[in-house]
């Protein structure tokens, strides 16, 4: 049962560097989910996926692009890290239906940048 | 304004306590509501939904008043095991599935 599973789990780029982070979930999820968790801030809404193919922003997207090429995988890309993007970094999928829904989350990418 | 609001904490409380946690919410078409429990540098994981019925899970009871648009979790006899944070989700189905977080109520249970 593996779930959502994201890698790399910990990482620390330098200022102006660029990686990119990968989810994937074997649920055969629609929804796919990026957010990040900086303290007293809770989780906020990087991107999102309702489908292979298809991304959109949601409340923080700056400096941050997406991709979801395959129905399983969504990434997200710092095209040239700075300081205040270090935090931890949380993937989730969801399904949906007519009773509701729950998402499910990867276990997290702490990212530094130093 | 935030989404979803939620006092900090941390409520620091001896085994066998009964807590409240209450958490607003802003957005009055929000359709469906969550606490999740998250662990110290750990992914959060669903606790309970939340129903206009209210539900009970056990020791957890949780709570829904659309009119003043609030959600309530409540947890009787304390373990020390309920320490965490816990988040406040809402979202709205009609709107890409869309979770938004409070930003989490810290609880310590003390022996």
């Known amino acids: 049962n593996a779930g959502v599973t994201q890698t790399p789990k910990f990482r620390v780029l330098k200022t102006g560097q660029s990686m990119t982070l990968l989810c994937a979930q074997d649920?055969?999820?629609?929804?796919m989910y990026w957010y990040r968790q900086d303290p007293g801030m809770g989780l906020r809404l990087i991107h999102y996926?309702?489908?292979?193919?298809?991304?959109a922003k949601g409340e923080v997207p700056d400096g941050y692009n997406v991709s979801r090429l395959k129905k399983q995988n969504f990434l997200l890309g710092l095209e040239s890290a700075a300081p205040s993007q270090t935090s931890v970094y949380f993937c989730?999928?969801?399904?949906?239906?007519?009773?509701?829904?729950?998402?499910?989350f990867g276990q997290g990418t702490r990212l530094t940048v130093v | 304004r935030k989404e979803v609001e939620q006092d900090p904490g941390p409520f620091n409380v001896p085994e066998g306590a009964t807590v409240a946690f209450n958490c607003t919410y802003s957005?009055?078409?929000?359709?469906?509501f969550f606490w999740y429990r998250q662990d110290c540098r750990k992914e959060p994981k669903l606790l309970m939904s939340?129903?206009?019925s209210g539900n009970e899970d056990g020791r957890f009871t949780a709570q829904l008043n659309r009119a003043s648009q609030y959600i309530s979790l409540l947890i009787r006899d304390s373990k020390l095991s309920d320490s965490a944070t816990y988040l406040c989700?809402?979202?709205?189905?009609?709107?890409?599935?869309?979770?938004?977080f409070g930003s989490g109520t810290k609880l310590n249970v003390k022996p």
């Open positions: 989730a999928s969801s399904y949906q239906s007519w009773w509701g829904t729950e998402a499910f």
């Open positions: 649920m055969n999820h629609e929804y």
């Open positions: 996926s309702v489908g292979e193919g298809t991304t």
């Open positions: 957005n009055s078409a929000s359709q469906s």
């Open positions: 939340v129903y206009s």
């Open positions: 989700v809402v979202i709205s189905l009609y709107n890409f599935n869309k979770f938004y």
